[in-house]
């Protein structure tokens, strides 16, 4: 059974950091790109970044990048992304998300969809 | 960035009706495009994938389609669980966007 369980989430303050942590169980970790969604409270879904399978292929919304650190260890099964210098509007449930094709795929049978999320750690960021 | 709308905001549906929900991409993306849905306190659920194949477990009275930048998501008779927020998404291009949601309530 995959799953996929954030922690790290937190009260912090303005302009503070926070590091957050997925744990992948149930698939083969190395063989997937991965992905951090966020949902603020009561509000819809925003892509934050990715990360390649083998730590490669980074990329970030512009409303993170700078200030957010993706990385990952597949010894560990294990997917991290660094907060800092967080914002009010950076308040939300983080989730880790897997994508329905692995690294193997090629070309237009390539899916990006996600089959399967974390239940989400909240970070909330207030003074 | 490609902006995905949905609409409409909110359907008011009475059980065993259909529902269509819309998502337009600003941009074509080819089939590039994935449903989900949300319950309250829970995760996203993904629907389907590559616009139209269903994903493990959903049921056969919902169906997507579509391509370029017009997507369909049609629930042919709904059942009390199905009442929720459903969201588009294209994974075409970076960043990967969202539609805003569109809530489907019990009228």
């Known amino acids: 059974e995959v799953q996929l369980v954030e922690s790290g989430g937190g009260l912090v303050q303005p302009g503070r950091s926070l590091r957050l942590s997925c744990a992948a169980s149930?698939?083969?970790?190395?063989?997937?790109?991965m992905h951090w969604v966020r949902q603020a409270p009561g509000k819809g879904l925003e892509w934050v970044s990715q990360?390649?399978?083998?730590?490669?292929?980074?990329v970030y919304a512009d409303s993170v990048k700078g200030r957010f650190t993706v990385s990952r260890d597949n010894a560990k099964n294990s997917l991290y992304l660094q907060v800092d210098s967080l914002r009010a509007a950076d308040t939300a449930f983080y989730y880790c998300?897997?994508?329905?094709?692995?690294?193997?795929?090629?070309?237009?049978?390539?899916?990006?969809?996600?089959?399967?999320w974390g239940q989400g750690t909240l970070v909330t960021v207030s003074s | 960035e490609i902006v995905m709308t949905q609409s409409p905001a909110t359907l008011s549906v009475s059980p065993g009706e259909r529902a269509t929900l819309s998502c337009r991409a600003s941009?074509?993306?080819?089939?590039?495009l994935a449903w989900y849905q949300q319950k309250p306190g829970q995760a996203p659920r993904l629907l389907f994938y590559?616009?139209?194949i269903r994903a493990t477990g959903i049921p056969a009275r919902f169906s997507g389609s579509g391509s370029g930048t017009e997507f369909t998501l049609t629930i042919s008779s709904l059942q009390s669980e199905d009442f929720a927020v459903y969201y588009c998404?294209?994974?075409?291009?970076?960043?990967?966007?969202f539609g805003q949601g569109t809530k489907v309530e019990i009228k």
């Open positions: 998300v897997k994508p329905v094709s692995t690294r193997y795929c090629g070309g237009a049978i390539c899916y990006g969809a996600y089959d399967y």
């Open positions: 149930g698939f083969t970790f190395e063989d997937y790109d």
């Open positions: 990360i390649g399978w083998n730590s490669g292929n980074i």
């Open positions: 941009q074509s993306i080819s089939i590039n």
């Open positions: 590559g616009a139209s």
């Open positions: 998404q294209q994974y075409d291009l970076w960043p990967r966007t």
